[in-house]
């Protein structure tokens, strides 16, 4: 046996434990330790709950990330970034050859994750750093709304409304399909702009993916609303198409 140490980042879909592919169980099940990030010690995450349908329960070690830090670069975001990395280390230095990270959604896709690698990587250059591919919020409420998300020569655009609907204005101008995550708290805000920009007839909206509670509808539903979503809620409004295949 090899004595190189692997850290893994495995993406594991929105929340539906159906949706972990194959090969991320598969690495899941082969790692010594899996790591999920949570708020809190005992409070157990979306990405604990989605873990834990395909994977030993001994095997499984809880993380405290700064979840719902939403100030940028925090020194509490910070501090756990270094306590998760130091969990990490602890681990190889304990044995164990393969430690995997658990994230919702896709490691490489607006995951702690990253930080974490980078912060294992800076402290000991030897260990490997790997990810497993996971399916996208975008991905599940394409699937579960019927939207297809882009056709012939059409751009994708993603945008994440951490720091307002500015940049989501500007994409929405363009004429491709833009994808809003993490839009939740400025809902009514991002319902104005995708009303000004004239595609709240084929946007749709879902939160909670694959969990109880989930809601998936058009973004019609929200005008006038004003209330707030889940955090971590994704918008898609595609643009007007017109005729089959006018966009090839």
Same mark, same amino acid.
């Given at each position: 046996?090899?004595?190189?140490?692997?850290?893994?980042?495995?993406?594991?879909?929105?929340?539906?434990? &159906?949706?972990?592919?194959?090969?991320?169980?598969?690495?899941?099940? &082969?790692?010594?330790?899996?790591?999920?990030?949570?708020?809190?010690?005992?409070?157990?995450?979306? +990405?604990?709950?989605?873990? /834990?349908?395909?994977?030993?329960?001994?095997?499984? %070690?809880?993380?405290?990330?700064?979840?719902?830090? /939403?100030?940028? %670069?925090?020194? /509490?975001?910070?501090?756990?970034?270094?306590?998760?990395?130091?969990?990490?280390?602890?681990?190889?230095?304990?044995?164990?050859?393969?430690?995997?990270?658990?994230?919702?959604?896709?490691?490489? *896709?607006? @995951?702690?994750?990253?930080?974490? +690698?980078?912060?294992?990587?800076?402290?000991?250059?030897?260990?490997?750093?790997?990810?497993?591919?996971?399916?996208?919020?975008?991905?599940?409420?394409?699937?579960? @709304?019927?939207?297809?998300?882009?056709?012939?020569?059409?751009?994708?655009?993603?945008?994440?409304?951490?720091?307002?609907?500015?940049?989501?204005?500007?994409?929405?101008?363009?004429?491709?399909?833009?994808?809003?995550?993490?839009?939740?708290?400025?809902?009514?805000?991002?319902?104005?702009?995708?009303?000004?920009?004239? %595609?709240?007839?084929?946007?749709?909206?879902?939160?909670? *993916?694959?969990?109880?509670?989930?809601?998936?509808?058009?973004?019609?539903?929200?005008?006038?609303?004003?209330?707030?979503?889940?955090?971590?809620?994704?918008?898609?409004?595609?643009?007007?198409?017109? &005729?089959?295949?006018?966009?090839?």
């Amino acid at each position: 046996m090899g004595t190189e140490r692997s850290l893994i980042g495995v993406g594991v879909g929105p929340g539906d434990p &159906e949706q972990v592919t194959v090969k991320a169980v598969r690495v899941m099940r &082969e790692a010594d330790t899996v790591l999920v990030p949570v708020m809190a010690p005992d409070e157990p995450g979306r +990405a604990e709950a989605t873990v /834990r349908a395909h994977v030993p329960d001994g095997s499984v %070690r809880r993380v405290v990330f700064a979840l719902n830090d /939403r100030g940028g %670069r925090s020194e /509490r975001r910070v501090r756990a970034w270094d306590e998760a990395a130091r969990t990490v280390l602890d681990r190889f230095a304990r044995g164990d050859r393969r430690v995997a990270f658990a994230t919702i959604g896709d490691p490489n *896709l607006y @995951s702690t994750f990253g930080y974490l +690698a980078q912060t294992v990587r800076d402290a000991d250059p030897s260990v490997a750093v790997e990810t497993v591919p996971g399916i996208t919020a975008m991905q599940d409420l394409a699937a579960r @709304s019927g939207t297809v998300l882009a056709e012939g020569t059409e751009p994708l655009t993603l945008v994440p409304v951490t720091a307002g609907v500015r940049r989501l204005g500007e994409a929405l101008a363009g004429d491709g399909t833009v994808v809003a995550y993490k839009f939740g708290r400025i809902a009514p805000e991002a319902v104005r702009a995708v009303q000004e920009a004239g %595609r709240a007839g084929t946007a749709v909206y879902g939160s909670r *993916l694959g969990l109880p509670g989930e809601e998936v509808a058009p973004l019609t539903g929200l005008a006038g609303a004003g209330r707030e979503l889940p955090y971590l809620s994704t918008l898609i409004a595609p643009p007007e198409r017109g &005729e089959r295949g006018g966009r090839l």
